[in-house]
């Protein structure tokens, strides 16, 4: 059965970091494209970072390009969403998902920056 289990979630000061985790059970994440996004209420949700499956290429959002960085690791099946000099604006429902089954999304992640 696939699941995606976000957590690392939490209250940040604007500047801070937060490093969330997405740990996968039921298959590889390796085997399959990566990706993160976020939702606010009444907002659709938006895409945030990707990884193909050899790790080779990255690409981000341009709002949080420079700030974020995504991480795999292989042994874990885990991946990691590094975030830092976090701004209101990043607050949100955060969201891994693997193209291994597109229309599953697990339950997220709150971050919230807020002084």
């Known amino acids: 059965q696939v699941q995606l289990v976000e957590s690392g979630g939490g209250l940040v000061q604007p500047g801070g970091s937060l490093t969330l985790s997405c740990a996968a059970h039921?298959?590889?994440?390796?085997?399959?494209?990566l990706t993160w996004h976020r939702q606010t209420p009444g907002k659709a949700r938006e895409f945030v970072a990707f990884m193909n499956t050899g790790r080779s290429n990255r690409r981000y959002a341009d709002s949080v390009e420079g700030r974020f960085t995504l991480f795999r690791d292989n042994v874990e099946n885990i991946s990691y969403l590094q975030m830092t000099d976090l701004k209101p604006e990043d607050t949100g429902i955060y969201y891994c998902?693997?193209?291994?089954?597109?229309?599953?999304w697990g339950q997220g992640t709150q971050v919230t920056v807020s002084s």
């Open positions: 039921g298959f590889r994440l390796r085997d399959y494209i």
């Open positions: 998902h693997s193209d291994v089954s597109p229309d599953y």
